[in-house]
T-cell receptor, first 110, second 114 residues
């Protein structure tokens, strides 16, 4: 059973702080890694994708991948109240379906 | 470019009935995946279709089925509805390039089974 694990939260950070979201996965053959944001009552929205070890930055978001440790993280700099949402980690192996983690609920306090 | 569309957005059914949900992918996308999302189980994969063929299937009973048409539109059907089928059903489409595997979600269909 391929699994993706995340802390369910809620993770509370003050406005302007860095939010750090973590994800571990069990399938060592996984090749593609994604972070989705889901507001309450809405569908998931793609934030970042990462395929190689290291960091990938996009605006206030940085995804970090360590395949040896089977670990992927998302950093949100200068967190805003509008970042309050559930963040889903998704992992995929070639030719197979996506596996999603349970999500981490982030709350950014003004 | 228009996003993924799903119809209907909300649906109320009773136990034992059947339901058909529809998904139109982003223009040019040929892969369509379906997911069930519930508070307790999270986002669970149902099945994926590519060029009218089922490519992957999740661990759901045979009451859950799907198909894809030549224009890439997809439908999923749930027969003999149970209370536990109440969920948000999400459809996601992927671009044709195998190198990206990126999925874009539709707004979902909220199914309530009474």
């Amino acid at each position: 059973q391929k699994e993706v694990e995340q802390n369910s939260g809620p993770l509370s950070v003050p406005e302007g702080a860095i939010a750090s979201l973590n994800c571990t996965y069990s399938d060592r053959g996984s090749q593609s890694f994604f972070w989705y944001r889901q507001y309450s009552g809405k569908s998931p929205e793609l934030i970042m994708s990462i395929y190689s070890n290291g960091d990938k930055e996009d605006g206030r978001f940085t995804a970090q991948l360590n395949k040896a440790s089977q670990y992927v993280s998302l950093l949100i700099r200068d967190s805003q109240p509008s970042d309050s949402a559930t963040y889903l980690c998704a992992v995929k192996n070639y030719g197979q379906n996506f596996v999603f983690g349970p999500g981490t609920r982030l709350s950014v306090l003004p | 470019k228009a996003g993924v569309t799903q119809t209907p957005r909300y649906l109320i059914k009773t136990r034992g009935q059947q339901v058909t949900l529809s998904c139109s992918p982003i223009s040019g996308h040929r892969s369509v995946s379906w997911y069930q999302q519930t508070p307790g189980q999270g986002l669970q994969f149902l099945f994926e279709y590519f060029s009218e063929t089922q490519r992957n299937k999740g661990n759901f009973p045979g009451r859950f089925s799907g198909r894809q048409f030549s224009n890439s539109r997809s439908e999923m059907n749930v027969s003999t509805l149970e209370l536990g089928d109440s969920a948000l059903y999400l459809c996601a489409s992927s671009p044709p390039s195998e190198g990206t595997d990126t999925q874009y979600f539709g707004p979902g269909t909220r199914l309530t089974v009474l």
